[in-house]
């Protein structure tokens, strides 16, 4: 049974930064891209970074360049995003999820077969 678990979220101020992680389980972590995607009151969910299994070159939004790293511990099957400069328009419920396909990443949410639960991020001007 695939489980993601997210944490690390929290209340912070403008310009702080927080690191989120997403415990994976129920299948072979290092075989599959993860992403990272946001989804703000009242909008939509959007895409925020993504990685290859391998951990290749990341995608990320063009809001997060330059401000936020996704990573990957394959031995701790855990993903990762750190976040600096923070600003209040990052106010958002975070989600990681799994790609459906072998290795590849994707920005896409169709991609996506498995979400975790979310973890709240509150940015205060």
């Known amino acids: 049974q695939v489980q993601l678990v997210e944490s690390g979220g929290g209340v912070v101020q403008a310009g702080d930064s927080l690191r989120l992680s997403c415990a994976a389980s129920?299948?072979?972590?290092?075989?599959?891209?993860m992403s990272w995607f946001r989804q703000a009151p009242g909008k939509e969910r959007e895409f925020v970074a993504a990685i290859s299994a391998g951990g290749g070159i990341p995608d990320y939004t063009d809001s997060v360049k330059g401000r936020f790293t996704i990573s990957r511990d394959n031995a701790k099957n855990t993903l990762y995003l750190r976040m600096n400069s923070l600003t209040p328009e990052d106010t958002a419920v975070y989600y990681c999820?799994?790609?459906?396909?072998?290795?590849?990443?994707?920005?896409?949410?169709?991609?996506?077969?498995?979400w975790g639960k979310g973890t709240l991020v509150t940015v205060s001007s």
């Open positions: 129920g299948f072979t972590f290092i075989q599959y891209g």
């Open positions: 999820g799994k790609v459906r396909s072998l290795f590849s990443r994707s920005r896409n949410p169709y991609d996506i077969d498995y």
